[in-house]
């Protein structure tokens, strides 16, 4: 087996002391140009690669950042990690990523193996009942929690709006002209989904258009789980003629259901999604949805997470960022002629 590579090699051959080698390699105090062009040298010729938990035992903190997310086959997550990761790359940090499944013991698991490895801080979608950083915990690093937020949780988050845009599609649905409108709600233990509801069903209070409870179906946040809901809603008597499905990837499960049952989007049934993924703009027909800035949420929340990092000592935030609908052509208007011309 190869023989370690170590800062006492190096500073043998570079005829320097170990402390000088250190200083170089973190750029931790004023060394002539001379002795750094010596060390560097030496390194390349070695191809040294230090360690970064052991510089990160002696500094208390690695240049490593840890992102725990909920379900890495959801299309909207990585879109809001490659925002944590560009921003965490340009800056000299690097991502450790893990994944949970929505599962709150395996979270915590994560956490704590991320913890081991001294990181900078790490960046948390909680699951329904996420105890990381409940107690004192992330005292050693810094902890911003993006997506989702524990209603316990008083330090830094970055988040969407999605109360209001939910409020945004029961609007638009019912300005259509829609009466039977239904939903399918993602799993109500998340906070997302019950934001999403929460508004949608405030609109269509507002609008005075009742949505029984049998018009609610759960589903998790798959094209599966679309699927399903919406065969269950459109074999209903009444029949919905709207479905507000509250992620993309329940809407292209509800399209699909649509196409199964020899139905046709707008023409008999409306259908608008949320998060505005890539794909949206392809389906057929394309689907009206809520965008949500994913991208700048995980590039935003790197950001303020490494200005605390680097001593930033202003009051938590809590960043709210706006959503908006997106108009596309999987909503039928039930207006009269005229009312639509307005």
């Known amino acids: 087996m190869k023989k370690a590579i170590t800062t006492k090699h190096i500073a043998q051959l570079a005829g320097v002391s170990v402390g000088t080698v250190s200083h170089v390699l973190n750029g931790s105090a004023g060394v002539s140009e001379e002795l750094q062009k010596r060390v560097h040298e030496i390194v390349r010729k070695l191809d040294y690669q230090p360690s970064q938990l052991a510089r990160g035992l002696r500094r208390r903190s690695t240049d490593l950042l840890g992102v725990i997310i909920p379900d890495i086959t959801n299309p909207y997550f990585p879109k809001l990690v490659r925002g944590i990761e560009d921003v965490a790359y340009k800056e000299g940090f690097r991502l450790v990523l893990?994944?949970?499944?929505?599962?709150?013991?395996?979270?915590?698991?994560?956490?704590?193996?991320?913890?081991?490895?001294?990181?900078?801080?790490?960046?948390?979608?909680?699951?329904?009942?996420?105890?990381?950083?409940?107690?004192?915990?992330?005292?050693?690093?810094?902890?911003?929690?993006?997506?989702?937020?524990?209603?316990?949780?008083?330090?830094?988050?970055?988040?969407?709006?999605n109360e209001d845009g939910g409020h945004q599609v029961g609007r638009y649905l019912t300005r259509m002209g829609h009466?039977?409108?239904?939903?399918?709600?993602?799993?109500?233990?998340?906070?997302?989904?019950?934001?999403?509801?929460?508004?949608?069903?405030?609109?269509?209070?507002?609008?005075?258009?009742?949505l029984p409870a049998k018009f609610i179906q759960e589903a998790p946040f798959n094209v599966e789980g679309g699927f399903a809901a919406a065969i269950r809603l459109l074999t209903m008597t009444p029949r919905p003629m709207a479905i507000f499905a509250s992620s993309d990837t329940l809407a292209i499960g509800a399209l699909a259901a649509v196409r199964a049952l020899k139905l046709r989007c707008p023409e008999d049934v409306s259908i608008v999604g949320f998060d505005d993924l890539e794909f949206s703009e392809l389906t057929e027909p394309s689907l009206t949805t809520v965008f949500q800035p994913g991208y700048h949420i995980g590039s935003l929340a790197c950001q303020l997470l490494l200005d605390r990092v680097r001593g930033a000592d202003h009051p938590t935030e809590?960043?709210?960022?706006?959503?908006?609908?997106?108009?596309?052509?999987?909503?039928?208007?039930?207006?009269?002629?005229?009312k639509r011309s307005r």
């Open 98 to 161: 893990c994944n949970t499944d929505n599962d709150p013991a395996k979270e915590l698991s994560y956490f704590n193996d991320l913890r081991s490895f001294h990181p900078a801080g790490i960046i948390v979608i909680p699951s329904e009942g996420s105890t990381v950083g409940k107690d004192s915990s992330h005292r050693n690093f810094e902890l911003m929690f993006v997506d989702r937020s524990p209603e316990w949780w008083a330090g830094d988050a970055v988040l969407a709006n």
């Open 318 to 338: 809590k960043k709210i960022l706006n959503t908006e609908l997106r108009i596309r052509h999987s909503v039928r208007s039930l207006l009269p002629a005229r």
């Open 179 to 210: 009466k039977l409108i239904s939903a399918i709600s993602g799993p109500s233990h998340i906070e997302t989904a019950r934001d999403r509801m929460r508004g949608f069903q405030r609109a269509l209070a507002e609008a005075k258009v009742k």
